[in-house]
């Protein structure tokens, strides 16, 4: 409206004086409102062309299993029980629309209350209205192939908030507005509606949805929605618009699926080898069969995502394929709870199903009771055998994918590379920057200096001579020429030839974890029809090659694979107790001979001081008085039986020859000769390695026994470690024995052990022995061998054994024994009865002070026990024998 002539003149007029108002009466003041945006839609023009004929209705296929309809069709609801509350519920029309200006409408008539678990629970009310395009996910506001309005007042496409709407509670009428006519200013946008009422401006359609048709979709949960296609409108909007059911034929698009032939509902149940093209399989098939719903685990969580549901280390983080572990917050989604509601509903639902279970549907057991779930004569239940060669097509699949995978890979590094060239070049920049503030102040100090001795010069009447200051600026202004930064473009990847001749592709996350592959693939078997199956179809290779090639493939992983649930056998158990038995007594000899040896040298040293203490006193002694001759004769006979007493030690010390010994035709390991022991010159390292031989000696022939089948040979070097701890409890580490591989250290025992062209442990001996005296020879002969290799300056032959290795062995090793206790450290001297050895800190006769230590008892051949060291587990074993007669005869003892 015009301002009066009257008032714009006194306005005028009055200009100055209000200028100098006081604040208070500024207040009084009009603010201007602010216009609302002109509404651009008009009324829908009168049409003559046909209308569809189709009547608006949510198919089956194009709604989710926690969805359920009223009879008419147009009130829907969700499962509010459990974790499947925590879900949404979603519905996608049957007619969609690719031209015109068309709405439709979703009354909230409730929100259900849901008593939360906890106050962290994402099972709260949800209303989500917009359109999709057909095949897309079924819950509106995850994925670029819809957008809608979110009764929170949010605007959602692509997982993403783009916008504002506004907030509808219930019974509030959410109308959405669709804008495909070229010649509406608003052509291409979406726009909401609360009551009647616009609630915001129109929203652009994202580029993924213009020129495709899109179909009017409703999600929610713990709600009620009644929703309207028309003809007539719940709320009227300010204009006229025509609802979708009343939409003109040529504008629209219907969805339509297949009634089955036989009135039956297909039930697929594919039968696969772990990590052979499973889900893959699973993509391609669903990809040409629309209206299949998949069951299975990964549909739960593909669900779970998209309904918001916030997972431990995200979802694209997974234990496995088949049966992933599920890490949600709230626990009622975590206890299988929306598994079993899933398969509760779905044969209730006249639908046709994939159920994708990896493990499930190869052991027959499993198999019945997936059957069984769908007992309905409605359903026609068909085992889809997808093992062997698969096709062409398939492979070129693959391939695809593989290409996909590396070319991925490499964008990643080539980004990666860029973001640190740019990363290189910020920092160049910077210091170059830094230099040059630093040669700018430089300038700057000397053009003062100049100024100053120009001034100084003509106050005294001199003349400066000038610098040739513009050459100097020139050189200094002059700024390297930046090298124009190339878009590169990622190298593009290409498939090796080994690649190309891969039919699957290797993922890292695999379809079953190490302990169920493990426990459950020698069950796996091939589906027939007496198993319940009303028809068996084979997608890949058929028939009896079929049955041959799941044969060769549990085969291969007996041989690969390893047991995760094995357990040591009591055969195991007692012979591991035995060589601990007879490793107490042997040390116990060769603390007992160490002892001796200690003894003699001490009485030898002893009567060598008197001696030389007498010959001293009667040296000195040059004159005395002349003693009793019985005496003298008494002392000469006594130390002529000392001295016979020490000619008879020397001898009998020097009767045996060690070195000459014939290691392996000797018959008692503890006594060769002069009441030595065979093991007499051994070290630390030699200890280890008469560990190491029996310890996988024994873990060839348990594991044989433990697993009895005959198909596993034996234990693969792959899981060598696996398997040594899981018998032993400690670890086998190569590094620990100065080599790379463990194939290097089976090579380190090859006189007990060794590696088959397979890369499987074997043993050399027989798994039952009267005694142990074999595994003493060969580490002696070894020993020795690898002297003669030193001496002749091979440094490869030196055992290069670390700390961890010694240490773990250190129940084969004697009782050090020190000459004093300097340097000792944690060692202290304890005198032992009958022996007088040196122990280290903590040590007892019989062991360390800890529960599971024992007094070893005297063996039958082994000598006196409870002089030595005992490990965990020694304790109360009694000694064996441990001496006896070995021969070598081909590759046997």
């Given at each position: 409206m015009a301002e009066p002539a009257e008032k714009r003149q006194k306005t005028g007029e009055g200009e100055q004086a209000e200028e100098k108002k006081p604040d208070a009466e500024m207040k009084d003041a009009e603010v201007p409102k602010v216009s609302e945006p002109k509404e651009l839609e008009v009324d829908a023009p009168a049409c003559s062309k046909p209308r569809i004929k189709e009547p608006m209705v949510f198919l089956t296929p194009d709604t989710t299993l926690n969805l359920m309809q009223s009879a008419q069709g147009n009130v829907l609801m969700s499962m509010n029980e459990g974790g499947i509350r925590h879900f949404f519920a979603g519905a996608r029309a049957n007619v969609g629309v690719s031209k015109g200006r068309y709405m439709f409408e979703?009354?909230?008539?409730?929100?259900?209350?849901?008593?939360?678990?906890?106050?962290?629970?994402?099972?709260?009310?949800?209303?989500?209205?917009?359109?999709?395009?057909?095949?897309?996910?079924?819950?509106?506001?995850s994925g670029a192939e819809n957008i809608c309005f979110d009764s929170a007042g949010a605007i959602l496409h692509n997982d993403a908030h783009i916008g504002a709407g506004a907030e509808c509670g219930r019974d509030s009428i959410m109308t959405v507005l669709l804008n495909l006519d070229k010649d509406s200013p608003n052509f291409n946008t979406i726009s909401?509606?609360?009551?009647?009422?616009?609630?915001?401006?129109?929203?652009?359609?994202?580029?993924?949805?213009?020129?495709?048709?899109?179909?009017?979709?409703?999600?929610?949960?713990?709600?009620?929605?009644?929703?309207?296609?028309?003809?007539?409108?719940?709320?009227?909007?300010?204009?006229?618009?025509?609802?979708?059911?009343?939409?003109?034929?040529?504008?629209?698009?219907?969805?339509?699926?297949?009634?089955?032939?036989?009135?039956?509902?297909?039930?697929?149940?594919?039968?696969?080898?772990?990590?052979?093209?499973?889900?893959?399989?699973?993509?391609?098939?669903?990809?040409?069969?629309?209206?299949y719903t998949e069951l299975s685990d990964r549909a739960i969580l593909n669900w779970a995502s998209q309904s918001g549901l916030w997972r431990q280390k995200g979802h694209s983080v997974k234990s496995c394929n088949d049966r992933p572990d599920k890490n949600?917050?709230?626990?009622?989604?975590?206890?299988?709870?929306?598994?079993?509601?899933?398969?509760?509903?779905?044969?209730?639902?006249?639908?046709?199903?994939?159920?994708?279970?990896?493990?499930?549907?190869?052991?027959?057991?499993?198999?019945?009771?997936?059957?069984?779930?769908?007992?309905?004569?409605?359903?026609?239940?068909?085992?889809?055998?997808?093992?062997?060669?698969?096709?062409?097509?398939?492979?070129?699949?693959?391939?695809?994918?593989?290409?996909?995978?590396?070319?991925?890979?490499?964008?990643?590094?080539?980004n990666a590379k860029k973001l640190e060239e740019k990363r290189k070049k910020i920092i160049e920049q910077k210091q170059k920057e830094m230099e040059k503030l630093?040669?700018?102040?430089?300038?700057?100090?000397?053009?003062?200096?100049?100024?100053?001795?120009?001034?100084?010069?003509e106050e005294k009447g001199e003349k400066l001579e000038e610098e040739d200051e513009e050459k100097e600026d020139e050189e200094e202004e002059k700024e390297e020429a930046e090298e124009e930064e190339k878009e590169e473009e990622p190298p593009k990847a290409e498939l090796t030839a080994e690649e190309k001749k891969m039919s699957f592709v290797k993922r890292d996350t695999k379809d079953l974890t190490p302990v169920v592959m493990s426990a459950s693939f020698t069950k796996f078997t091939l589906p027939t029809k007496d198993e319940g199956f009303d028809d068996i179809k084979y997608e890949w290779t058929k028939g009896a090659k079929c049955d041959e090639y799941v044969k060769k493939w549990i085969l291969e992983r007996k041989l690969s694979m390893r047991i995760e649930d094995l357990q040591p056998s009591s055969w195991f158990n007692q012979q591991w107790a035995k060589w601990q038995t007879a490793v107490k007594a042997w040390q116990s000899k060769l603390n007992e001979y160490k002892s001796a040896l200690a003894k003699k040298a001490a009485a030898k040293a002893a009567k060598e001081a008197k001696k030389a203490a007498?010959?001293?006193?009667?040296?000195?002694?040059?004159?005395?008085?002349?003693?009793?001759?019985?005496?003298?004769?008494?002392?000469?006979?006594?130390?002529?039986k000392e001295a016979m007493q020490v000619e008879e030690e020397e001898k009998e010390e020097e009767s045996i020859d060690f070195e000459a010994l014939d290691v392996f035709g000797v018959d008692d390991i503890l006594n060769v000769g002069a009441e030595t022991p065979l093991f007499k010159e051994y070290q630390m390292e030699d200890w280890a390695m008469l560990s190491l031989r029996f310890e996988l000696h024994i873990l060839a022939h348990a594991f044989r026994k433990d697993v009895n089948d005959p198909e596993r040979m034996g234990i693969h070097l792959d899981h060598l470690a696996f398997y040594y701890n899981r018998y032993f409890k400690k670890t086998l580490s190569p590094k620990d024995y100065g080599v790379e591989s463990f194939k290097e250290i089976v090579d380190l025992v090859n006189d007990s052990v060794y590696v088959t062209p397979k890369s499987v442990l074997e043993s050399q001996l027989d798994g039952e022995m009267e005694t142990f005296a074999v595994f003493p020879k060969l580490t002696e002969e070894a020993r020795r061998y690898r002297g003669l290799r030193l001496a002749l300056g091979e440094e490869s032959a030196q055992l290069k054994l670390s700390g961890a290795a010694l240490q773990g062995n250190r129940q084969n090793a004697p009782q050090k024994q020190w000459g004093n206790n300097q340097g000792g450290g944690n060692w202290q001297q304890k005198q032992q009865q009958g022996g007088g050895n040196w122990q280290p800190?903590?040590?007892?006769?019989?062991?360390?002070?800890?529960?599971?230590?024992?007094?070893?008892?005297?063996?039958?051949?082994?000598?006196?026990?409870?002089?030595?060291?005992?490990?965990?587990?020694?304790?109360?074993?009694?000694?064996?024998?441990?001496?006896?007669?070995?021969?070598?005869?081909?590759?046997?003892?």
């Open positions: 979703v009354k909230i008539v409730e929100f259900v209350n849901v008593a939360e678990a906890n106050h962290q629970s994402h099972a709260s009310n949800a209303v989500r209205v917009g359109f999709s395009t057909q095949g897309s996910s079924l819950v509106l506001g909401l509606f609360k009551d009647g009422q616009r609630a915001c401006q129109p929203q652009p359609l994202p580029d993924s949805l213009k020129g495709k048709t899109l179909f009017p979709h409703v999600s929610f949960k713990n709600a009620t929605v009644h929703v309207n296609f028309g003809a007539v409108p719940l709320a009227p909007l300010p204009f006229t618009c025509r609802m979708v059911q009343d939409a003109t034929k040529v504008d629209t698009s219907a969805t339509k699926y297949d009634a089955p032939a036989d009135g039956k509902h297909e039930v697929v149940y594919p039968v696969s080898l772990p990590d052979e093209g499973t889900f893959d399989w699973l993509d391609t098939f669903l990809e040409k069969n629309k209206s949600f917050q709230a626990p009622e989604l975590n206890d299988d709870s929306v598994r079993k509601a899933v398969y509760s509903i779905a044969p209730l639902q006249a639908r046709n199903y994939i159920v994708m279970e990896v493990k499930g549907n190869l052991m027959e057991d499993e198999r019945k009771l997936l059957l069984d779930r769908f007992r309905s004569p409605a359903f026609k239940k068909i085992a889809c055998v997808v093992v062997g060669e698969p096709t062409v097509e398939f492979k070129k699949h693959s391939q695809k994918l593989i290409l996909q995978q590396k070319q991925e890979a490499s964008d990643k590094q080539f630093k040669k700018k102040a430089e300038k700057e100090k000397k053009q003062k200096e100049r100024e100053a001795k120009k001034k100084a010069a007498e010959a001293k006193k009667a040296a000195e002694k040059k004159e005395g008085d002349e003693k009793d001759e019985e005496k003298k004769d008494e002392e000469k006979k006594e130390e002529n800190v903590g040590y007892q006769q019989g062991g360390y002070k800890q529960q599971g230590y024992g007094k070893s008892q005297q063996g039958k051949d082994g000598g006196k026990g409870g002089q030595s060291y005992q490990p965990y587990g020694w304790g109360g074993n009694k000694g064996g024998k441990s001496s006896g007669r070995g021969g070598w005869s081909g590759n046997k003892w």
